[in-house]
């Protein structure tokens, strides 16, 4: 049995992700912390309380986390993922409450609770994260694995130049996270943009599949799906990328990694220009020790039976 923490800023992406770890065999979401990023907090805990319901897991708990970055003002993409993070979709209310914990509270005790076995995806700005170690300094060792979809391997970032999103918001959070000596396996943005986009003719059986999963996927991600395809600022590559739910698919298949290599890796968080930036050592220039399992590459064609085998039902 995988047993998955999910922390979140539901929007798009993360909803498919979510569907991953909540509809997967032998795949246990013990929890589901959310922060402000994609979208505000209380749209975020909305969106995640919604996609529990839909894939029929209310009983899965959603915590209340912070809703800006750790020193600085919000920065959101709701020029992405739409008004409310779902693609325009405007879901009805779920039934479901938010549970009564704070987020870094509730990560503390799911892995005193499941000590050793617990892997953490982070999908999001690490501000609950950080706010956790605030709580519990003994965390990384308690953490079997912790999965972060952050940064860009020496390569073009998705919000700066020099910048992937998630690091961007909240930079001094992803360095203390990534100091904080956790089993860190990172996914970063370049191999997303790789291996992670479904182009339309790659998305036609989902387009057809016709069950409440698809239609879900496919709203939820509308958004998304025209930002990559016309937004002046997106890549102009019509199709839906995948950033979120390929990590997830890592944690759930190690096939899906095809290629990785252990480096040492640190944010900016004190420069303008480069707010964000990932250095990832590949050359050993620092000197450091290696603090994360980068991925390189992945295997497309395995994540997408995976998105299908999820999306069928």
């Not at 032998?26 to 319901?53: C, H, K, M, P």
């Not at 709203?219 to 199709?239: L, S, V, Y």
């Not at 590949?282 to 497309?300: F, H, M, Q, Y």
Request: with cysteine.
């Amino acid at each position: 049995m995988l047993r998955l923490l999910m922390d979140t800023d539901t929007a798009g992406d993360d909803v498919t992700s979510m569907l991953f770890a909540l509809r997967w065999p032998e795949v246990s979401l013990e929890a589901v912390s959310v922060v402000a990023g994609n979208v505000y907090l209380d749209e975020a805990i909305a969106n995640a309380l919604v996609t529990v319901e839909k894939a029929g897991r209310p009983e899965v708990p959603v915590f209340r986390g912070a809703a800006k970055p750790l020193v600085r003002d919000l920065v959101t993409a709701h020029y992405v993922h739409g008004d409310d993070g779902m693609g325009g979709a405007h879901f009805p209310k779920a039934g479901g409450e938010v549970a009564p914990l704070y987020a870094a509270n509730a990560i503390v005790e799911t892995a005193n609770r499941f000590a050793g076995e617990l892997q953490i995806i982070a999908q999001a700005p690490l501000t609950n994260l950080a706010f956790a170690l605030l709580e519990d300094p003994e965390l990384p060792r308690k953490v079997e694995r912790l999965w972060i979809m952050g940064g860009a391997n020496n390569s073009l970032g998705n919000i700066t130049p020099a910048a992937e999103f998630n690091f961007y918001v909240d930079p001094e959070a992803a360095h203390v996270v990534l100091q904080a000596g956790f089993n860190v396996t990172l996914v970063p943005w370049d191999v997303c943009l790789l291996d992670g986009v479904l182009l339309r003719e790659e998305l036609g059986p989902i387009l057809d599949m016709g069950t409440e999963l698809s239609e879900f996927y496919l709203q939820a991600n509308k958004g998304a799906w025209e930002f990559m395809a016309t937004h002046p600022h997106g890549p102009r590559i019509d199709g839906i990328s995948h950033p979120d739910a390929l990590t997830t698919a890592m944690a759930i298949d190690p096939k899906v990694i095809t290629a990785s290599g252990r480096f040492y890796v640190d944010v900016e968080h004190g420069g303008e220009l480069t707010r964000g930036y990932s250095l990832v050592d590949i050359s050993g220039a620092t000197g450091l020790d290696p603090n994360c399992e980068v991925v390189l590459r992945a295997n497309k064609a395995r994540f997408t039976e995976m998105l299908l085998q999820v999306l069928s039902g």
